[in-house]
């Protein structure tokens, strides 16, 4: 039976396409650190590949033979919130049982029955400390999903395995790694009384902080190769740009590609069709309307205040709201959540272009359901959409309900440029495709709304550029600044069959037929439709 690409769980190189664990960071370092016996972080967002990777570390260690490694994933405790005891006792179990499966006697089983009568306090650190004082060699522990846990119970956790550090290797684990999603120092730990207290204090023996990155380009490459050398099944290698664009190398993306281009494309599972770039488009576009278990997570984040925060201006352009109006803790958290990049010298950023393709049409999804526009009412004979019979709609239905409508928008400041987007995607949906280009500091929306006109691969495409601006200052400097935007977005995409720059007036003291208005402008040779909203 051939490998396949990973979706769910970590990964399994005997089923798996693999890019080897040990080598997405720098082994020697972390073995340094074992070695010192340090007690530190390795944090990552979610499905990125941690857990295949402590896995692969666990069993690497075990063989060389200097220490027994054992891997516990914690996530069970945050069932019970803030009941300290029903944790401290969960993990306490967890670790027991976990250990029990490495050494392969009833040591741990033993030690935990030992530290039943002993108070929620003090079994965890307790029974570390009894546990390494019976095993035969240091012990190191991976702690998975330790930010699972909340409140008093998360506070506990850390507190115990603290208070044992100095008894290190013979009466506590030699060395203890914490991973999840956040850096410790990040966690604002709201306990019972109210209180609030940050990870950094109560673990504030940390010697390290590793974040585990994204694939490279050259990875991608590498995990996609081994599907072609055990299946003959080849990938053109226009393929690899489209898969980086809308990756950025998130491992679980990359992977949810593959499998969609090679398993859930039916007709791509003879191994003889040649995977070309119209497929990748096509597989992307269904991991997008299918809403798999990753892309949830990322909806429902978007619901979360302090992820508005941030998330909203880059969304509305905002020219008002800069990256020192921010909170470092919202954007920190946003980032390590892997929704937003930080590149040195350049404004925050969505991640990829899948994420900038998701937020947008999640957030508008439930408007995009009430809206009564059909894809037909827009379609010429030869299939292609009628940009200017649809835009002159879409003028009169932003005239007689944009108030009310982006009014219930959760983001509310990205607005106009939300509704319309909404209104295309009800457009376009089954027939094409929207790429989305926005951000801090880009004062503008890039769209490029891409139509097939013909069923299959390789046909001909429609291709329209839409440029969206909110009018700040004169009227004309907007229009000519946009002429140039919208002209240079053309022509980075080439083979446009037109363009469109679209201005929305947010004036409070203009009429309706002030503000509506269309007309053709010449730049550099190509005639752009200007539209005022």
């Given amino acids: 039976m051939e490998r396949f690409f990973n979706t769910a769980g970590p990964n399994r190189p005997s089923k798996n396409y693999t890019i080897d664990p040990l080598s997405r960071f720098d082994l020697d370092d972390v073995l340094m650190l074992f070695h010192q016996e340090k007690y530190f972080v390795l944090h990552a967002p979610r499905q990125t590949g941690k857990t295949s990777c402590l896995l692969a570390l666990r069993d690497y260690l075990n063989q060389h033979d200097d220490y027994i490694a054992v891997y516990a994933n914690v996530e069970g405790g945050q069932a019970s919130r803030n009941n ?5 006792k969960s993990t306490v179990d967890t ?5 029990r499966l490495i050494i392969k006697d009833d040591t741990s089983k033993k030690v935990r ?6 108070g929620e306090d003090s079994m965890l650190s307790t029974f570390l400390r009894r546990l390494s004082e019976a095993l035969p060699k240091p012990l190191i522990l991976f702690i998975d999903e330790i ?11 850390l507190r115990q395995i603290r208070s044992g550090y100095a008894n290190r290797p013979n009466a506590f684990p030699s060395s203890i790694v914490l991973c999840g999603v956040r850096d410790v120092r990040d966690y604002r730990i709201v306990l019972s009384n109210q209180d609030i207290i940050t990870g950094g204090s109560a673990f504030n023996i940390k010697a390290e902080s590793l974040r585990l990155g994204n694939f490279t380009m050259d990875e991608i490459h590498q995990l996609y190769m081994q599907h072609t050398r055990e299946t003959g099944q080849e990938f053109d290698e226009a393929c690899f740009p489209m898969i980086w664009e809308a990756t ?10 593959g499998y969609e281009v090679t398993m859930r494309m039916k007709e791509n599972r003879d191994r003889s069709v040649r995977i070309i770039p119209e497929m990748i488009y096509r597989a992307q576009e269904q991991i997008i309307y299918r809403r798999d278990t990753h892309i949830d997570i990322l909806i429902d984040k978007l619901k979360e205040p302090r992820v508005k925060r941030v998330i909203e201006p ?12 921010m909170s470092d803790e919202d954007i920190l958290y946003v980032k390590d959540m892997g929704l937003v990049v930080k590149e040195r010298g350049k404004p925050i950023r969505i991640s990829n ?7 947008p049409r999640e957030l508008t999804a439930s408007t995009q359901q009430r809206l009564i526009q059909q894809p037909q009412w827009y379609l010429n004979p030869d299939n292609s959409i009628n940009m200017e019979k649809l835009l002159l709609d879409f003028q009169q239905f932003f005239r007689q309900n944009s108030d009310a409508w982006i009014g219930k928008f959760d983001y509310a400041e990205a607005g106009p440029q939300l509704l319309l987007q909404a209104y295309l995607q009800r457009i376009v949906n089954g027939g094409g ?28 495409v429609q291709r329209v550029v839409l440029e969206l601006k909110i009018k700040r200052g004169s009227i004309e400097k907007v229009i000519e600044d946009g002429l140039c935007q919208t002209y240079d977005y053309m022509d980075t995409v080439g083979s446009v069959d037109e363009g469109h720059l679209i201005i929305f007036d947010r004036s409070k003291d203009k009429t309706w037929e002030e503000r509506i208005w269309h007309e053709p402008r010449e730049h550099q040779g190509r005639t752009i439709m200007v539209w005022g909203m």
């Fill in 433 to 460: 495709y929207i790429d989305r280009e926005y951000g801090l500091g880009r004062k503008r929306t890039d769209l490029l709304i891409r139509k097939p006109l013909t069923d299959g691969y390789g046909g001909p």
């Fill in 147 to 157: 930010d699972a846990l909340v409140g008093d119970s998360l506070v506990s956790v």
């Fill in 314 to 325: 880059i969304l509305a352009n905002s020219e008002e709201v800069d990256e020192g109006a």
């Fill in 113 to 118: 029955d030992s530290v039943q009568d002993e």
């Fill in 84 to 88: 300290v005891r029903s944790v401290v």
């Fill in 353 to 359: 272009a899948i994420y900038r393709e998701i937020i």
């Fill in 95 to 99: 670790l027991a049982e976990e250990v």
């Fill in 248 to 257: 950025e190398g998130q491992p679980w993306l990359v992977n949810a590609l």
